[in-house]
């Protein structure tokens, strides 16, 4: 059983489309997250979701708009896609009492 | 703000020796999380080790160990015997204790030659 899973695990696009990023968790986390990996490998946290709420916008393009129907579905929708959001999008859960984050197996995007 | 500072870029050691990378951190806090996350080439972030601030002891998971210096805000990861299937990004990463997100160091790549 996947812990985190994302899909899809690829996504080519052109620029201008927008698309969507589905994340599930079924560890019963109550918090959820985006990251982002640059082509640097860096990781930067892009949303963090408690219990459904929006909790942490780390200053993100409002082109991105994540939304979560339930704790267990994250789901990150970007519009207008430019070549600059080419990355490694992660999502990750946490419970309560824990501090680590479960990360899903990423989704490569990349706007052509 | 609180920053995550992984000094060495890449490392390179052959099978069976020993490594350590560096992790530095800044914070103000004095209760928080450290990890260790590795990135393999499938591109899974997985949890190696992980610290709590407030226990003394280092912790360690079979052959990987921590040095923990609290008063330096230096976390140290130290893999033993290393094997052909450490080879992987290892990212240090921090979250203060109650807080919502995880800071990450910038990863070393590292590589076990055989």
């Known amino acids: 059983d996947t812990a985190v899973s994302q899909t899809p695990k690829y996504l080519v696009t052109q620029m201008g489309n927008d698309k969507s990023i589905k994340c599930e968790q079924n560890l019963g986390h109550d918090t959820m997250y985006w990251y982002k990996q640059d082509s640097k490998k860096f990781l930067k946290i892009m949303f963090s979701?408690?219990?459904?709420?929006?909790?942490i916008n780390e200053t993100v393009p409002n082109r991105f708009s994540p939304k979560s129907p339930d704790k267990a579905h994250l789901n990150l929708h970007i519009n207008s896609l430019e070549l600059g959001d080419s990355a490694v999008y992660f999502c990750?859960?946490?419970?309560?009492?824990?501090?680590?984050?479960?990360f899903g197996q990423g989704t490569r995007l990349t706007v052509v | 703000a609180q920053t995550v500072t992984q000094s060495q870029p890449e490392m390179s050691v052959q099978e069976a020796e020993t490594v350590t990378l560096s992790c530095t951190y800044d914070t103000s806090e004095n209760n928080y999380y450290l990890f260790w996350y590795k990135q393999p080439p499938s591109r899974q972030m997985i949890l190696v080790i992980r610290?709590?601030?407030?226990?003394?002891q280092n912790a360690t998971e079979n052959r990987f160990s921590v040095n923990f210096q609290k008063a330096a805000k230096s976390f140290s990861l130290k893999i033993s015997d290393s094997q052909l299937g450490d080879t992987a990004m290892y990212f240090c990463a921090f979250i203060p204790q109650g807080a919502q997100k995880l800071v990450f160091g910038q990863g070393t790549r590292l590589t076990i030659n055989p």
């Open positions: 990750a859960s946490s419970g309560r009492g824990t501090t680590e984050a479960f």
């Open positions: 979701y408690n219990n459904k709420e929006l909790i």
């Open positions: 610290q709590e601030a407030y226990k003394q």
